[in-house]
C-alpha cells in the first residue's frame, strides 16, 4: 500500500480536512499508481493562505539578505537532488530523464539570476525640484501570492514564480497541477530542508475545480501567478479583477516557424524536430506550424521526415527513448481527436497519426510524431493548440504572406524565421505579433535574464523571469523627504 503524500501548511506536513485523496498515475503504463495525493478542501486552502497572511509580516521584514540565504540553501539542494527529482517528474509528466534534467538545470539557472536579481532590487534616486528634498523610490513586497502551476514542466515554473515572489518578501501558496503534486512537492522539500520560516511556503494538492476559486477570490492574497490554458486563464482573470488582484498569465500558444527561401534547410529542420516533438509537444512555445516557402519545401520535408524517423518513443525512465508519453490519458484522447480533425477537413498525413500500442507500450499515453502537409490557415489543425506531438506544414510565397498566417492567430506566445536576409528577419520580428521571437532558433529557446510571456491570448500582465519577474511581485513606493522643515 502507498502511502499519501501531504499538504504543506504553516511548516507542516498535513492531511486533508476532507481525508479524501486521490492516486497519480505513470503515463508510461496507466495501470501503474506512482503516488497518492490529498484531495484538499477549501478549508485546507484557507488554512494554507492564512498561514501565508500569517507569515508576511515577519519575512517582508527579514532584509533581502537574510531572505537570499534561505534561497541559497534551497538552491543548493536542487543541485545535490537533480537525479531524484528528475525520476519524480519523469514518472509523472513522462518526459525523458534527460527532459527533466533539462527542466531543472533551467529553474537552477532561473534561481540563480532571480536571487541576485533580488539582491539588486534598484530603487531609484531622482533630483526634486524643492531645494533640500531628498527624492526617491523603491519597491515593496505585495503580499501573499497564489502560484497555480502546470504540468508540462512542474519544477521549472513554481521556480521561475516562486524564486522573485520570496526574495522580493512576499509568501506563497503553491497549487501544483493534480498529474504532477509530486514535482511541486519536491519543489517544497527543498524550502522546508532549508529551514524556512514557517507559513513563508505552503502547498495544497487536488482539483482546480475545488479549490481555485478561494485561491483567487480570497481577500489575504494579492497577486495570482497562473501558468495553463487560456480558457482557465481568462476565468481567472476576471474573478480577480473583482478584488483587483494582481495577475500573471502565461497561457497558450500556436507557434509558427518561417522557413525563407535561403534558409539553412538543415538546422530549420532540426529546429523544428526540437521544438515540435521535445517533452512529447508539450511546451506551450513548442513549434506547432511550419511555414515553408514554396521554394524550399520539398527539401525541407524530406529532411523534417528523415529525422523525425530518428526518433525513439518510449518510457521516459529508458534512456535509449527520445520521446516520452504525452501527459495522461486525457491529454492522449485530445490530441487524437484534434489528429482525427486534420485527417477530416483535409490535411494530408505524412507520418505518425496513431497511438503506439507495441508491446510494453500498449498500456501508457503514446503517440507517434505526427507531421500534416497541406495545411491551410482556417483549418482547426492550424488555429488551436493541440499540445502534443503534432506539426502542420503550410506553404508560402513570401514575407508578407508569412506574416499574415503567422499573425492571424488568437495567440502570440513564440516565433521564429530562419533566412539569411537580416534586413527580412528584422522586418519580421518587428511584425510579428508574439511575446519571444527567434531569428535561425527553434521557437521555445529563452534565458533566465530575459523577460517571458506572449501578446493577445497568450499572456496577461507583467511578464515572468528577467527583470519583470521581480515587478510583477512589488509596488513603487515615492518618497519625499524635507529634512530641513520645522514644525
Given at each position: 500500500?502507498?502511502?499519501?503524500?501531504?499538504?504543506?501548511?504553516?511548516?507542516?506536513?498535513?492531511?486533508?480536512?476532507?481525508?479524501?485523496?486521490?492516486?497519480?498515475?505513470?503515463?508510461?503504463?496507466?495501470?501503474?499508481?506512482?503516488?497518492?495525493?490529498?484531495?484538499?478542501?477549501?478549508?485546507?486552502?484557507?488554512?494554507?493562505i492564512?498561514?501565508?497572511?500569517?507569515?508576511?509580516?515577519?519575512?517582508?521584514?527579514?532584509?533581502?539578505?537574510a531572505?537570499?540565504?534561505?534561497?541559497?540553501?534551497?538552491?543548493?539542494?536542487?543541485?545535490?537532488?537533480?537525479?531524484?527529482?528528475?525520476?519524480?517528474?519523469?514518472?509523472?509528466?513522462?518526459?525523458?530523464?534527460?527532459?527533466?534534467?533539462?527542466?531543472?538545470?533551467?529553474?537552477?539557472?532561473?534561481?540563480?539570476?532571480?536571487?541576485?536579481?533580488?539582491?539588486?532590487?534598484?530603487?531609484?534616486?531622482?533630483p526634486?525640484?524643492?531645494?533640500?528634498?531628498?527624492?526617491?523610490q523603491?519597491?515593496?513586497?505585495?503580499?501573499p501570492?497564489?502560484?497555480?502551476?502546470?504540468?508540462?514542466?512542474?519544477?521549472?515554473?513554481?521556480?521561475?514564480?516562486?524564486?522573485?515572489?520570496?526574495?522580493?518578501?512576499?509568501?506563497?501558496?503553491?497549487?501544483?497541477?493534480?498529474?504532477?503534486?509530486?514535482a511541486?512537492?519536491?519543489?517544497?522539500?527543498?524550502?522546508?530542508?532549508?529551514?524556512?520560516?514557517?507559513?513563508?511556503?505552503?502547498?495544497?494538492?487536488?482539483?482546480?475545480?475545488?479549490?481555485?476559486?478561494?485561491?483567487?477570490?480570497?481577500?489575504i492574497?494579492?497577486?495570482?501567478?497562473?501558468?495553463?490554458?487560456?480558457?482557465?486563464?481568462?476565468?481567472?482573470?476576471?474573478?480577480?479583477?473583482?478584488?483587483?488582484?494582481?495577475?500573471?498569465?502565461?497561457?497558450?500558444?500556436?507557434n509558427?516557424?518561417?522557413?525563407?527561401?535561403d534558409?539553412?534547410?538543415?538546422?530549420?529542420?532540426?529546429?523544428?524536430?526540437?521544438?515540435?516533438?521535445?517533452?512529447?509537444?508539450?511546451?506551450?512555445?513548442?513549434?506547432?506550424?511550419?511555414?515553408?516557402?514554396?521554394?524550399?519545401?520539398?527539401?525541407?520535408?524530406?529532411?523534417?521526415?528523415?529525422?523525425?524517423?530518428?526518433?525513439?518513443?518510449?518510457?521516459?525512465?529508458?534512456?535509449?527513448?527520445?520521446?516520452?508519453?504525452?501527459?495522461?490519458?486525457?491529454?492522449?484522447?485530445?490530441?487524437?481527436?484534434?489528429?482525427?480533425?486534420?485527417?477530416?477537413?483535409g490535411?494530408?498525413?505524412?507520418?505518425?497519426?496513431?497511438?503506439?500500442?507495441?508491446?510494453?507500450?500498449?498500456?501508457?499515453?503514446?503517440?507517434?510524431?505526427?507531421?500534416?502537409?497541406?495545411?491551410?490557415?482556417?483549418?482547426?489543425?492550424?488555429?488551436?493548440?493541440?499540445?502534443?506531438?503534432?506539426?502542420?506544414?503550410?506553404?508560402?510565397?513570401?514575407?508578407?504572406?508569412?506574416?499574415?498566417?503567422?499573425?492571424?492567430?488568437?495567440?502570440?506566445?513564440?516565433?521564429?524565421?530562419?533566412?539569411?536576409?537580416i534586413?527580412?528577419?528584422?522586418?519580421?520580428?518587428?511584425?510579428?505579433?508574439?511575446?519571444?521571437?527567434?531569428?535561425?532558433?527553434?521557437?521555445?529557446?529563452?534565458?533566465?535574464?530575459?523577460s517571458?510571456?506572449?501578446?493577445?491570448?497568450?499572456?496577461?500582465?507583467?511578464?515572468?523571469?528577467?527583470?519583470?519577474?521581480?515587478?510583477?511581485?512589488?509596488?513603487?513606493k515615492?518618497?519625499?523627504?524635507?529634512?530641513?522643515?520645522?514644525?
Open positions: 500500500m502507498i502511502d499519501a503524500h501531504r499538504n504543506y501548511i504553516s511548516g507542516e506536513w498535513v492531511v486533508s480536512s476532507g481525508g479524501e485523496t486521490y492516486p497519480e498515475h505513470n503515463p508510461a503504463d496507466l495501470s501503474e499508481v506512482i503516488g497518492i495525493y490529498q484531495k484538499s478542501t477549501v478549508e485546507d486552502t484557507r488554512n494554507a492564512s498561514a501565508a497572511g500569517d507569515a508576511f509580516e515577519h519575512w517582508s521584514t527579514l532584509s533581502v539578505d531572505r537570499a540565504e534561505y534561497l541559497k540553501k534551497a538552491l543548493a539542494l536542487m543541485v545535490e537532488r537533480t537525479d531524484s527529482i528528475a525520476k519524480v517528474i519523469t514518472l509523472e509528466n513522462g518526459k525523458t530523464l534527460a527532459e527533466s534534467r533539462v527542466e531543472i538545470s533551467a529553474a537552477i539557472n532561473e534561481m540563480e539570476f532571480q536571487i541576485h536579481q533580488g539582491l539588486r532590487m534598484p530603487g531609484q534616486m531622482m526634486s525640484a524643492q531645494q533640500g528634498v531628498l527624492a526617491y523603491h519597491r515593496y513586497p505585495l503580499g501570492a497564489a502560484v497555480i502551476a502546470p504540468w508540462n514542466f512542474p519544477f521549472n515554473v513554481p521556480a521561475r514564480k516562486i524564486t522573485p515572489a520570496l526574495i522580493s518578501g512576499n509568501t506563497c501558496v503553491l497549487k501544483p497541477a493534480q498529474l504532477t503534486s509530486g511541486g512537492e519536491e519543489f517544497v522539500k527543498l524550502f522546508h530542508d532549508a529551514g524556512l520560516p514557517a507559513g513563508v511556503l505552503n502547498m495544497v494538492t487536488g482539483s482546480g475545480r475545488v479549490i481555485g476559486d478561494e485561491l483567487v477570490t480570497n481577500p492574497i494579492k497577486a495570482i501567478t497562473f501558468t495553463g490554458s487560456t480558457e482557465v486563464g481568462k476565468a481567472i482573470n476576471i474573478k480577480a479583477a473583482a478584488g483587483l488582484k494582481r495577475t500573471q498569465l502565461e497561457m497558450g500558444g500556436k509558427p516557424l518561417v522557413v525563407m527561401d534558409a539553412d534547410i538543415d538546422a530549420a529542420a532540426k529546429s523544428a524536430v526540437i521544438a515540435a516533438f521535445a517533452c512529447a509537444g508539450q511546451w506551450c512555445v513548442s513549434t506547432s506550424r511550419a511555414l515553408v516557402h514554396k521554394n524550399v519545401m520539398k527539401p525541407f520535408v524530406n529532411r523534417l521526415l528523415e529525422l523525425t524517423a530518428e526518433i525513439k518513443v518510449g518510457n521516459g525512465m529508458d534512456t535509449q527513448a527520445t520521446m516520452g508519453p504525452v501527459c495522461g490519458e486525457a491529454q492522449l484522447k485530445n490530441i487524437l481527436a484534434c489528429i482525427e480533425k486534420g485527417k477530416a477537413e490535411a494530408k498525413l505524412l507520418v505518425g497519426g496513431n497511438q503506439l500500442k507495441t508491446p510494453g507500450l500498449e498500456k501508457g499515453c503514446f503517440i507517434e510524431p505526427t507531421i500534416f502537409a497541406d495545411v491551410t490557415p482556417e483549418m482547426f489543425i492550424a488555429q488551436e493548440e493541440i499540445f502534443g506531438p503534432v506539426l502542420g506544414i503550410m506553404e508560402i510565397s513570401d514575407l508578407d504572406e508569412a506574416i499574415e498566417i503567422s499573425n492571424g492567430s488568437k495567440y502570440g506566445l513564440g516565433a521564429s524565421i530562419y533566412t539569411k536576409d534586413a527580412r528577419a528584422m522586418e519580421f520580428t518587428d511584425r510579428i505579433q508574439a511575446g519571444l521571437t527567434h531569428v535561425n532558433m527553434h521557437s521555445a529557446y529563452k534565458e533566465p535574464q530575459l517571458f510571456g506572449g501578446v493577445k491570448e497568450s499572456g496577461h500582465g507583467t511578464p515572468e523571469a528577467g527583470q519583470t519577474g521581480i515587478e510583477f511581485f512589488t509596488e513603487h515615492t518618497v519625499y523627504i524635507n529634512p530641513g522643515a520645522k514644525g
